[in-house]
């Protein structure tokens, strides 16, 4: 079978469909590159949403046709597809990390806006580095299922309210849109998508799909015609129009709409993860002044920053790439300032990102260690939680550390330096148990090089 066609398959909804085709990937004997530095540790698969539609093995299988040093996924409400990636990146070879992102609500800026634009109060935040999937009936997995309810709640509400307002294409949810998913977890994008596709179904002659989205759109035939011509375009104008402040289906929220940031980051930590506060561009009230923003998510709890660094440079307007770049700067040197690990991604859930940020050239050059390094300390924590019990934010890692951040993340990112783990030797690992997976580990990093066969 042709590669291309395997490609495809790895995509299938069906676990078994895709297993197939990434064993005849990895058989094929495809000469795959050497690493190199580029990185992507915030990858969304179809889990949650990606706007290829790729699959966990898929994002594994490019970020290592791709040469990423590592790569990471971060799904919205589930960690669905971690022991998918898991797999996939152990028989590649390739550096991993899964995480979860939600939407929170930070007090602190119930007043102002946050990275959320048009919300006050409103914060994305991330958990990063889970070791496995949470253990059925704990504390942690009942929450994880609590924010993936949450989430399935305001989409059908959503939905409601917008279909009030567009009956000619009015969805059913369970129909419509969770077809959309391989496990349920829609997303607001998957509504626009199922939008888009029941009036390509309700008015399949051209002139007259045009003419409706003309008039619920409030935009003229020529620009229809133009926004139908690419995808992203015309899901996002559906999606302003839809679902975001202002848009037929959109309700302000409020305090009760999330949970409580630092509730977020209680959870990740207790769930063994690295507690991670989601920057846009430092341009919203509350992340203007990166340092007030920092020191309040630091006391809310957050151990680590993520940051999207397409969205703070790649811009054609000189004065607003200007100012982008001066407020990227000025919050990676308030996160290194305070030692707090970067996470960085293109996410990779809209059409027209890259596939991995360019950090060896300019303007990304200058912050290419910190970018690295946060890689490595969230890599390194990962492997580090999975086969040690011995995680980032716990209580071992604090016993030996305490507030000492720098020393700590030197020891996480020396883990997360080591050649990338192998099926073989993750095997090997587990067999150890914890105590002697930690020895074997630590003088691994020591030698900066793995010392199991």
């Not at 895709?18 to 094929?28: I, N």
């Not at 949650?48 to 539609?53: F, I, R, T």
């Not at 022991?83 to 899964?98: D, I, K, N, T």
């Not at 550390?401 to 690992?429: C, Y």
């Amino acid at each position: 079978m042709k590669t291309c066609d395997l490609d495809s398959k790895l995509d299938s909804f069906n676990y078994e469909t895709r297993l197939e085709a990434f064993e005849e990937l990895v058989q094929s004997k495809t000469e795959l590159p050497t690493a190199g530095e580029l990185i992507n540790m915030h990858f969304h698969s179809f889990f949650s949403y990606n706007s290829k539609g790729w699959s966990p093995f898929r994002i594994a299988w490019e970020s290592r046709k791709n040469a990423l040093y590592a790569a990471g996924v971060i799904e919205f409400d589930v960690i669905d597809g971690i022991e998918e990636f898991q797999l996939a990146c152990e028989v590649l070879g390739l550096r991993s990390a899964v995480g979860v992102e939600t939407r929170s609500f930070f007090a602190k800026f119930a007043e102002q806006e946050i990275n959320s634009p048009g919300e006050p109060g409103v914060n994305y935040v991330i958990a990063g580095g889970f070791s496995a999937p949470l253990k059925k009936n704990s504390k942690e997995s009942e929450k994880l299922e609590q924010f993936k309810k949450a989430a399935s709640e305001r989409n059908i509400a959503l939905v409601s309210r917008i279909n009030a307002k567009v009956p000619q294409i009015a969805l059913d949810y369970k129909k419509d849109v969770l077809p959309l998913t391989p496990s349920g977890n829609a997303t607001e994008r998957h509504i626009v998508s199922a939008y888009a596709i029941k009036a390509e179904k309700n008015f399949p002659d051209k002139e007259k799909l045009v003419k409706f989205w003309s008039e619920i759109l409030s935009k003229d035939i020529a620009s229809v015609k133009s926004l139908l011509a690419s995808k992203a375009s015309f899901d996002e104008a559906i999606r302003a129009k839809f679902a975001k402040k202002g848009g037929l289906g959109y309700l302000q929220p409020g305090p009760d709409s999330f949970p409580p940031t630092a509730d977020f980051f209680f959870w990740a930590k207790n769930a063994g993860t690295i507690p991670m506060v989601a920057w846009l561009d430092g341009c919203s009230e509350a992340e203007k002044n990166a340092s007030a923003y920092l020191d309040a998510s630091v006391s809310a709890g957050a151990e680590a920053v993520n940051i999207i660094p397409d969205r703070n440079w790649n811009f054609k307007d000189t004065e607003l790439r200007k100012l982008k770049i001066a407020k990227l700067d000025e919050f990676v040197n308030e996160s290194v300032r305070r030692a707090l690990p970067i996470n960085i991604g293109t996410e990779m859930n809209k059409d027209g990102q890259p596939f991995a940020d360019p950090i060896d050239r300019e303007p990304l050059l200058k912050y290419n260690k910190y970018f690295l390094d946060g890689a490595k300390v969230v890599v390194g924590h990962s492997i580090l939680a999975k086969f040690a019990g011995y995680d980032y934010c716990g209580k071992w890692a604090e016993y030996d550390f305490g507030t000492d951040r720098h020393a700590k993340n030197k020891f996480f990112a020396s883990v997360g330096s080591l050649p990338p783990l192998t099926l073989k030797k993750s095997r090997k690992l587990a067999q150890l148990g914890a105590e002697k997976a930690f020895s074997k580990i630590y003088e691994s990093s020591q030698k900066g090089k793995w010392l199991i066969p």
